[in-house]
């Protein structure tokens, strides 16, 4: 689900390879991306559920302005995953509501 030609911007160039825990789920990622392109390439499309209704959101802007993308991430509630890069080891969680403070890193 990765784009690796693109016809514009090349082909993708290497990057190492992490594991970064996603509801307790271990995934690979390309250290440096940001965690929505992750979660997209491994097939994950729900970041985060409202606070009322609890639908589920996903990646809408791409640019750190929307909350649609907001995560727990090592404990820490409502990190806008389109604009924060992955590292070996990251915990993230989908978030429900507004999210809860947890044990960070």
Not at 46 to 73: E, S, Y
């Amino acid at each position: 689900m990765r784009v690796e030609k693109h016809p514009v911007l090349g082909d993708l160039p290497e990057a190492k390879l992490v594991t970064i825990t996603v509801d307790g789920r271990r995934i690979q990622a390309r250290e440096g991306e940001v965690i929505a392109a992750a979660l997209s390439a491994a097939g994950i499309r729900a970041f985060r559920k409202t606070p009322i209704h609890h639908k589920p959101r996903g990646l809408f802007c791409a640019i750190g302005r929307c909350t649609d993308c907001a995560m727990t991430v090592d404990g820490v509630p409502n990190v806008r995953t389109c604009v924060t890069r992955v590292r070996e080891g990251m915990e993230i969680e989908t978030q429900d509501g507004l999210g809860k403070w947890g044990e960070g890193k």
